[in-house]
């Protein structure tokens, strides 16, 4: 059993920078982390995953080159670096554990969730 906790979003303008962190409670380093997105009246989207040894990340479209997903199993700990960011950008964003190393950019693969943390940018 995995509880996720996520923290560091908030108000912010476009092109500024955030970093979304999740703790863990229970052990993490056996599974894939992935960052889910929500934005209102939309359905919840993938960001960004990494495997639970860092070796793969995966990133959606709309975020590669802006975004960094990174972990630390020792600290049981997983982030989201956002940059230049954008107003479309705003959203929920969701931690996530999966036992999975494949198919980790779908949402159904992943059994443990956050609560949320919610990012707001700015024009």
């Known amino acids: 059993q995995v509880q996720l906790v996520e923290s560091g979003g908030g108000l912010v303008q476009a092109g500024g920078s955030l970093r979304l962190s999740c703790v863990a409670s229970?052990?993490?380093?056996?599974?894939?982390v992935g960052w889910f997105r929500q934005a209102p009246g939309k359905e919840r989207e993938f960001v960004a995953a990494?495997?639970?040894?860092?070796?793969?990340?995966y990133y959606s479209d709309s975020v590669r080159g802006r975004f960094t997903i990174s972990r630390d199993n020792a600290r049981k700990m997983g982030y989201l670096q956002m940059n230049s960011l954008k107003p479309e950008d705003t959203a929920v964003y969701f931690c996530?554990?999966?036992?999975?190393?494949?198919?980790?950019?779908?949402?159904?693969?992943?059994?443990?969730w956050g609560q949320g943390t919610h990012v707001t940018v700015s024009s």
């Open positions: 990494i495997t639970w040894n860092g070796a793969n990340k």
């Open positions: 229970g052990r993490l380093s056996t599974y894939s």
């Open positions: 996530a554990a999966s036992g999975a190393v494949e198919s980790i950019r779908v949402a159904t693969m992943y059994a443990y």
